[in-house]
């Protein structure tokens, strides 16, 4: 058994013999011999720590963290057990204001550094906190190879389609024609859109939400963290200094209804003030916008976040274009499929089973020879 | 060859002591007897040491022959080294100079160092191996050539307008043409194969006639190809045919009169194997895991010469060892810090190009001041270089090669069988001082061979760690960053543990809570004490070990990593010519062991031979300000023996620079085959 696998068997009666603290099992013991059982009843203040935080005031950062701190304790898994690893970047500072384990890490990197934390540690509760600019540019392929892989692992991007910390560059999610301070006559390149690149990289789980959104936020996260397997939560976040109002459409009471698409699965997609706009398929497989009043019924797509087949929440994340009209909300993708640190798990334990660990066989080899 | 060549450790050439008979050192008493198999009367020679290399096309398999040859040779009981070369490309046009790949191995009746400057035996496959080997091969050689393979199609390929088997113009070789393809074709009639398939096991034909000519034994090799072809043994039967075939017909066959004995080596009494440098940091980083109680996570990007340490270690599942196909060097580390942040023992394993990628994490880890083990094996350089062929060219890259001041203890194995121990000793340093470890092996050692010693694993040296469990401030507080005030370490709690909730990073620590800080004498603290932390590490080094069986040294050559084995040879010939000089080999390249500028400030001289352009003895005269004389190489080739003590008997006998007086007898010109 390794030592990771025996986490579970905290029990301690006294009288047992000490635990060995060179082992994690061991040392994850001691702590709760000390302390008691794990304390899963948490509050949100039990997850702040004493470092001031340092984001702009006004900043849409401030109430994802509002938002998570509240949310994380409905979870009932101990803080101790819960990790957050993010990148580089203004969002990226999140761990710091989180009393959990956490490593503010090197730009790009955190799934990566996750990955390796996640897949040996299978009885944590993984988070990777990053940026548009961290996880898009600098770590794209750290997490389109985290998604297709399926590590349990929750990833919150925060996009603000702006590199807030260098001070306002265009990333890789601002329009096309984007003037900032590196591109003074507009930006050239096409922008990705994250949830269609995540779904392209096969994930698992692919949801977006809206920094000020508690209610959607949550619900949103919640299903992320009930899944097995690697969630991409695409959060729309506000920054105020460089990159202000860039989702006031969506949010403008009087907008937001026009061009938001609600998803929830097992409900039809029609949106719009009174319901007047739909979703239905086109006649190339994809998807398109109709008035809910032009068409049957029977045409209008009832949303299905099970499909095994992620072209339908990809032709969703399609309808939106770069000006964030029709964008859909919510859960666009949520598959049940094995996740990587599991199915590591049980090589080893298979493997365990068939060989014992034996360190002189293993030394001595088939060829060996003695001399006397 | 004149009385100063000792020829200790590597053969020297002289003409042929008889018929066919390999050269061989006159220093060697040569016994010949004669027996009789199958009515011929056969004579057997005695020899101290053979070097044999075989060369041919890619797809010959000449690194399987050879890795046989060297299994049968290590059951033996001789002592041996190794040296496989072989091309980048996985198969070049077939029957061409680029697409040549060879196998030397060195073995002896008592013990040796290297693998050997030039082959006293050169088996050839076709035109292309012996144009490319021949200029290694010194006058009066052994040269054994499949003259099947010497077609005109074969010899206008690599530029030859007559065949040289024939023509005469191998007459200072003792050339032996020997139709290894059809002969293996004829063996292998009956078997069922096709024209194609039956000839891919000359090279086992090939393993028969030498097994025979220098009496080695055979079960090995039969045990080995029923393994190897289980689930074809129709395959197996062809090439074990062929192996039979290829020992009989040495029996048998006028073309070889004579067969030779190298008696087995003196060895200390125990248990031995024979074992590859990367297969040897395999498995020491198994038992690093197994003695420290960790599981071990490995991170890894295939990339060559490192890759068979990741192919090594997934096959260890079972001792709970997790490997991950990273898909870059970067997620590599880092999924290996992640896992050091969760309590395993993080590792990764690389080559430099790999290295420079993981820069940034390493400084991460400086940072984070976490356990991690980063494996350099050492590749021809700069950027893609010389993917298969060996260099040391990356000590400075492991010593500075990262922003900041960001200090790492770095490790170098000296031998195949020492990349063992020397991943046990990283991993020590690691886990005790709380820091990454750079472990510096190179080509020449992952793929060089030789016997070792199985140690017990009960005696292997204990690397247990403590994990923090409950909080170490005064308050009832977690001080992440609270040092242990011997070593430096900072305390290592894993997730899970309650109360110690606590978050690390990149960013400048604060001493002791870890929390950002960016005062400047904050910054300047922590800096220095990174560094005093590592340089403390010189405190648990041994004493350096100075070797100078004379004690009268007034030379003394310094060494780091795989070139030990030719600067001891190059240090026995010069002993054996009266002379006197001191051998130091360092395994610590940072911190440098306490003692060592006291010891290099006893001599007059100190040389430096390096595979690079003098980067060690650039930092010894930093930092002990000696005027270290540099030799340097990089010709993807280990260092020959001959050439080395040269270079010293010309650095004691006050001659550098004028041209080299000691007979080195077996020296040849700059190998060539490797810049093809
Ligand atoms: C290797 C490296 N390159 C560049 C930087 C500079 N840098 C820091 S954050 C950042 C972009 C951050 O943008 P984003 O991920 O969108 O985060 P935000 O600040 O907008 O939350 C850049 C370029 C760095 N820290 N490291
Ligand atoms: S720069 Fe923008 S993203 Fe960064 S803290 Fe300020 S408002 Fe937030
Ligand atoms: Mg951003």
Redesign the interface.
Known sequence: M???ES?NAHVHDLGMPAP?????S???D???A??GP??TALKAKDLK?D?EVRWCPGCGDYVILNAVQSFLPSLGI??????I?SG?GCSSRF??Y?????????HG?AP??????????P??SVWVVTGDGDALSIGG??LI?TLRRNVNLTILLFNNRIYGLTKGQYSPTSEVGKVTKSTPMGSLDHPFNPVSLALGADATFVGRAMDSDRKGLTDVLRQAAEHQGTSLVEIYQNCNIFNDGAFELLKDPNTGPMWTIPLVHGEPLVFGPGGASCVVRDDFGGLRIAETNQVDASQIVVHDAHRDDPSYAFALSRLSSQDLRYTPMGVFRKVAKPSYDRM?AD??E???A????D??A????G?????? | MTGTNPGISTPGISSAASGVAPSMDPAVDTAVHSSAPGGLVKSVVELDRVVIRLAGDSGDGMQLTGGRFTSETASFGNDLSTLPNFPAEIRAPTGTLPGVSSFQLHFADHDIMTPGDAPDVLVVMNPAALKANLPDLPGGGLLIADSDEFTARNLAKVGYDSNPLEDGSLEKWQLVSVPLTSMTLEALADSGLGKKEAERSKNMFTLGLLSWMYHRPTEGTVRFLERQFRRKPQIAAANIAAFRAGFNYGETTEAFAVSYEVKPAPMAPGKYRHISGNQALAYGIVAAGQRSGLPVFLGAYPITPASDILHELSKHKSFGVRTFQAEDEIAGIGAALGASFGGALGVTTTSGPGVALKAETIGLAVMTELPLLIVDVQRGGPSTGLPTKTEQSDLLQALYGRNGEAPVPVIAPRSPGDCFDATLEATRIALTYRTPVILLSDGYLANGAEPWSIPAADELPDLRTEFATEPNGEDGEFLPYLRDPETLARAWAVPGTAGLQHRIGGLEKADKTGNISYDPANHDFMTRTRQAKVDGIAASIPATEVDDPDGDARVAVIGWGSTYGPIGAACRRIRASGRSIAQVHLRHLNPLPADLGEILARYDRVVCPEMNLGQLAMVLRAKYLVDVHSHTQVRGLPFRAAELAAVFQDVIDGTTGTATTLDTGSDTPAQTGAAL
């Open positions: 390794t030592a990771i986490t060995d603290v060179t082992t994690i061991g040392a994850i001691a702590s709760v000390a302390n794990k304390q720590t470092q101990a803080r101790e057990d819960m990790v690893i580089i761990p710091y989180m009393n959990t384990y956490g490593m503010h890490s090197i990197r990566a550094i996750a990955t390796g934390l996640a897949a040996s540690r009885d944590l392929n750290h190879h590591m090589q080893l298979d493997a365990a068939q060989q014992p660990a360190l002189d293993l030394l001595a080899g060829d060996s020879w003695t001399v006397s």
